[in-house]
């Protein structure tokens, strides 16, 4: 620490390699991120439902035998 105080030079190297590294951490978490959000469109993609087949309508039920309506 003494010595990065005393040369400049050093405390630059060190500035660009953090702020270097810093860059591609970023640049490589923005690619996952972006990886992620293709994989979870692709996956959870909403599919078009099925068309059902027509079904015929239920009888009404008659009226109880022995009474008049």
Not at 28 to 52: C, E, N, Q, S, Y
């Amino acid at each position: 620490m003494a010595a990065a105080l005393t040369d400049p030079a050093l405390a630059d190297a060190a500035r660009d390699a953090f702020t270097s590294a810093m860059s591609a951490t970023f640049t490589a978490a923005v690619a996952g991120v972006l990886a992620a959000a293709g994989l979870a469109l692709i996956l959870m993609r909403r599919k078009a439902p099925a068309t059902p087949e027509p079904t015929e309508p239920e009888p009404s039920p008659a009226a109880p035998a022995g009474r008049a309506a």
